[in-house]
């Protein structure tokens, strides 16, 4: 499966965000997806864990009461809407499933 993420771009401290993942085969929204997030100089990590249905399955700490992932099964695509963003959230995102992983989308946040 062949991934693209994108929406990303450079706001402030306290706005929001939505990151979109489409997929190039039907068979995304039978799978599970992963948001991940790469911040310079750092590992990449896990943002969520997505269920075909939409349902977040398991999130970061840093996720709770801000992010909120979504998945529309006929389009192919996911969504993570990111609210009240942080400079600590800068980093690039990814989308993934099955060791797939799409390029990903810078957001960069400004304090």
């Known amino acids: 499966v062949q991934l693209q993420a994108s929406g990303g771009g450079l706001v402030q401290a306290g706005e929001s965000l939505r990151l979109s993942c489409t997929a190039s085969?039907?068979?995304?929204?039978?799978?599970?997806m992963g948001w991940y997030r790469q911040a310079p100089g750092k590992e990449r990590e896990l943002v969520a864990l997505v269920t075909p249905s939409g349902l977040t399955m398991r999130a970061a700490e840093f996720v709770k009461g801000r992010f909120v992932a979504s998945r529309d099964r006929a389009r192919n695509t996911a969504y993570l809407q990111m609210n009240s963003l942080k400079p600590e959230d800068t980093g690039v995102y990814y989308c993934?499933?099955?060791?797939?992983w799409g390029q990903g989308t810078l957001v960069t946040v400004s304090s």
């Open positions: 085969t039907r068979f995304f929204s039978s799978k599970i």
């Open positions: 993934g499933q099955d060791g797939s």
